[in-house]
Structures are given as C-alpha cells and as structure tokens.
C-alpha cells in the first residue's frame, strides 16, 4: 500500500482516532489542534505537531478535519489561506449541504480542492469493518487519496455537489437522533411504572427490527408516491400517535416527540389521505403546508 503524508487538523475524540488510524497503517501524519496539549499521545506515537496550522497546510498535499463545524474551520483556517493552494481539504466536520457548498466557492478562491465527508461511526469505531463515510465533491480527489481515506472506513462516494455528503449524513442522523429519543420517551413511559430500561430495551431492540422490515416494505409507496396499498391506513396510526400522546399526558412524562408525530398524521388526514396507507405522511413532511 502507498504511505501517504496526512495533516490532521482537530484533535477531538474524532480526529484522534483517525489520527491514530493513519498512525497504525504506516502513513505519516502531522497534527495541529487548538489546544495543543491534545496532540500529546499521538505525538508520542510518531505524529508531528506543526508549530501553527500554515506549518501543518504546507507538511501535507491531503489536509484532513475534523472540528465541531465549518465555523471552527474558518477560525482555524481563515488567517493562513497562502497555504492552501495545491492542497486537497477533506472536511469530516458536520454542517449543513449549503455550508459545504459555500465551503467548496472558499477554497476553490485560495486554489484547494475541496472535499466534503460525513463520518458514519463514532470514534471507538474508526477503522473497523462496519466503519464508512459519505464523500462528495471531485471524484478525482477522492480517487487520489482513496487509499489513505479508506484506512478511516469504506468510502462511500455520493457525487459532484459538495452538498450530498452533509445531506446523506444529515438524513441518516435524523433516522438515528429520533430513533434514540423514542427508545428514551419510550423508556421513561415504562419508568413510571417502575419497569427499569434493562428490562425494557429488548422490547425496543425487537420493535426497531420490524420497523426496519417495515421500512423496506414501504419503499415502493414512498417511490411511487402511491399511497393506497400500504396496508396500515392513516387514520388508524394517527389515533395510535394520539393515544401515544394521551398516554404521555396522563403520565406527566415530556410530550414534544409525540406531538411531533401526531402532527404528522393530523396534517396527512387534513389533506384527505386518512384512508390511504400511513406512508402518505411523506407528501406532507415533502410539502409541507404552508
Ligand atoms: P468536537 O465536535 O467536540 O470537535 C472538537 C474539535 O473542534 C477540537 O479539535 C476543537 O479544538 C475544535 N474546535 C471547535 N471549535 C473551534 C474553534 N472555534 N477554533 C478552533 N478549533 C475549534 O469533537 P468530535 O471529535 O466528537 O467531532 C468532530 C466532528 O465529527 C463533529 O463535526 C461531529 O459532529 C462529527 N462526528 C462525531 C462523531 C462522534 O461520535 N463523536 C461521529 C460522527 C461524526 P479544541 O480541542 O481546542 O477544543
């Protein structure tokens, strides 16, 4: 395999396991962290620290990030712009599509390539089997540095439009953000009755495995936008959600994600869909009304 010379900059939780990862496949890595006592463990296993981020541009043609967000990126980056020409920035930080689009204008002005990725695992999970990572921005980048890039986690290339990364990885964090507060809304409904979470989080863990099932076989209604087959109507969830939401009222335990979904379905039943298939939601959460 080819060793190629990485910068990282950003030395969170995140950017140190990748900064190790590279470490551990032989590539040589310089890093510069804001706060630099950060940088020590990789340091002591064979990373440089560059004395100021210009120092760390000009070690590297491939300057990896990974910060809190494209502010941070400005912050670090904006006073040291003479040593981007020729670079190749990769970004891991989460933001949003437009922010990465304007992002892609910023460097193309200071003569960098600019690469957008969304790192799908958390850090203890850098590098192993299940770890992947949305890219977009010129597939002849990511092309070039794909080896290295890969010691991260698969490479999961999305397309030209800087955007699509933030996009992907945004949509697969909504799936994940509210899946986890269902299972903790859920938990606390149980705590009411004295049923701890260990005892409820297999009940949860099942029921997420038929909504996976569920997910599949709702895909050719949400594709076709043909909501009539679906089996389980409208109407019948909304007054589910709307039991939910009783529920959660009686037991004085918070209501914002309840309410939420019964919004959904009130909004669907609304526009006349309450006896299509539920999946007709999704014109609704589409097209919102105004
Ligand atoms: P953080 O989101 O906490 O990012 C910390 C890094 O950003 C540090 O290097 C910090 O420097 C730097 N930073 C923040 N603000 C500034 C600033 N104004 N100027 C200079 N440096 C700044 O850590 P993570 O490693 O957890 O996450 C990094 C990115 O990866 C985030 O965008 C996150 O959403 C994403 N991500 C995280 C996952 C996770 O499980 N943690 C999973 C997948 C993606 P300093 O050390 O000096 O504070």
């Known amino acids: 395999t080819i060793r190629e010379h990485v910068t990282m900059i950003g030395l969170g939780p995140m950017g140190q396991a990748m900064a190790a990862a590279f470490l551990d496949k032989g590539h040589p890595v310089t890093v510069w962290n804001r706060t630099a006592s950060r940088a020590q463990p990789l340091v002591e296993a064979g990373a440089t620290l560059a004395a100021s981020p210009t120092d760390a541009i000009a070690a590297a043609k491939l300057i990896v990030l990974s910060l809190t967000d494209y502010d941070a990126m400005y912050a670090i980056l904006g006073d040291h712009t003479a040593a981007l020409a020729g670079r190749t920035v990769v970004n891991l930080s989460s933001d949003t599509p437009q922010r990465s689009r304007e992002a892609a204008e910023w460097f193309a002005g200071h003569g960098a390539r600019f690469v957008c990725g969304g790192v799908m695992v958390p850090a203890p ?56 507060s269902s299972f903790l809304h859920s938990a606390a409904m149980l705590a009411t009755a004295g049923v701890s979470a260990a005892e409820a989080a297999p009940y949860a863990t099942e029921t997420l495995r038929l909504a996976a099932d569920i997910i599949d076989m709702s895909v050719p209604a949400v594709d076709a936008d043909d909501h009539a087959d679906v089996g389980a109507s409208t109407a019948m969830m909304g007054a589910s959600a709307d039991h939910i939401l009783g529920a959660s009222r009686e037991l004085g335990i918070d209501t914002t994600l309840p309410e939420a979904v019964k919004t959904h379905y009130d909004r669907a039943i609304a526009a006349g869909h309450g006896a299509s298939g539920w999946t007709s939601l999704y014109r609704t959460i589409l097209r919102p009304p105004a």
């Open 125 to 180: 999970l850098i590098g192993a089997e299940e770890a992947y990572v949305f890219y977009s921005g010129p597939s002849e980048a990511v092309d070039e540095h794909r080896d290295v890039l890969s010691v991260i986690g698969r490479v999961d290339y999305r397309g030209e439009d800087p955007g699509l990364a933030q996009l992907w990885y945004q949509s697969q964090l909504d799936v994940f953000l509210t899946m986890l």
